[in-house]
């Protein structure tokens, strides 16, 4: 890797697509009934990074102040000045048309749609100066990637839509509780700047308790995913799997002992998505879906 090219892939976290990405490609997957096009889906890639791009580019430079402030976050680009506020804004700013011209390049429907869905991204940084929601929003943000991709394939919101909204709800809980266990190390930072999250409101415990029952609500939406979507037994396995792996992520951590977060939030979290969507693909070639 280009030694130009590593502050910013870790400015925007590249490698944390994987979180959102494989669920878009799963609702294409499930949307097409196999492999889709190979247009539509390099352009579903396209649109699906570089949204995540343009977002996370843009929260960097939103918080950059308080980032540099916090001592969980001072060593990040910005605050140690290796990319400049202004460069961050232009990337935020590029790679949000980016993902407007590709989404404008696979249907009319998903153009139209393409910035209100930036809006929600972008705007998501703000949310936790004025409110604890910020979790749910962040949560909505990702989940709108399997909602995007169905329509990206289909090109319409007509017939059956309860496998991508079973999918985008899975999503949104599976999110906002892993966003709970990351927000649970900067509490009292947090707090001391008045800035608005569950745990720094309410405190670990309750996030932690509330981070597990969103959990449970994403494995009875993946459930319901499964039975919407025809899927058999293959996808039956990969959702035992997700259980496990959502548990393990449980038992690492405990509001007194969070030195395992990364762990929790990156390496497993990894594994749900990944998870999910081979379990689609699995199912839907060896099987048909069901």
């Known amino acids: 890797m280009s030694a130009a090219l590593r502050p910013w892939l870790a400015l925007v976290k590249f490698e944390h697509s994987l979180f959102a990405l494989p669920f878009a490609l799963v609702s294409a997957w499930l949307a097409a009934r196999g492999l889709p096009e190979p247009r539509v889906l390099a352009l579903v890639c396209l649109c699906a990074v570089a949204a995540r791009t343009s977002a996370m580019a843009f929260n960097r430079w939103l918080d950059r102040e308080l980032d540099a402030a916090n001592p969980r976050t001072r060593a990040r ?159 039956g396995v990969t959702l035992a799997g997700v259980a496990g792996l959502l548990l393990w992520q449980h038992a690492l951590v405990s509001p007194r002992d969070l030195s395992r977060v990364d762990v929790a939030f990156f390496t497993l979290n990894g594994w749900v998505s990944v998870g999910v969507f081979g379990g689609v693909v699995l199912d839907l070639a060896l099987l048909g879906g069901g």
Do not use: M
């Open 77 to 235: 680009e910005l605050p140690r000045g290796v990319i400049a506020p202004r460069a961050a804004l232009t990337l935020a700013g590029g790679a949000g048309l980016v993902f407007v011209a590709g989404a404008w390049a696979l249907n009319p429907l998903c153009g139209w749609l393409a910035l209100p869905v930036l809006a929600v991204l972008l705007g998501y940084s703000a949310t936790k100066r004025f409110t604890v929601a910020a979790h749910f929003v962040l949560g909505l943000a990702l989940a709108l990637a399997p909602l995007g991709a169905w329509v990206a394939v289909r090109g319409s919101l007509a017939g059956d839509l309860g496998p991508p909204l079973a999918l985008a709800l899975a999503v949104l809980t599976w999110v906002a509780g892993f966003d709970l266990i990351y927000a649970c190390q900067d509490a009292g930072f947090d707090r001391a700047r008045g800035l608005r999250s569950i745990p720094a409101r309410y405190g670990l415990a309750s996030a932690l308790r509330l981070s597990a029952l969103l959990h449970a609500v994403t494995l009875a939406a993946l459930v319901v995913f499964a039975r919407r979507a025809g899927l058999g037994w293959i996808f």
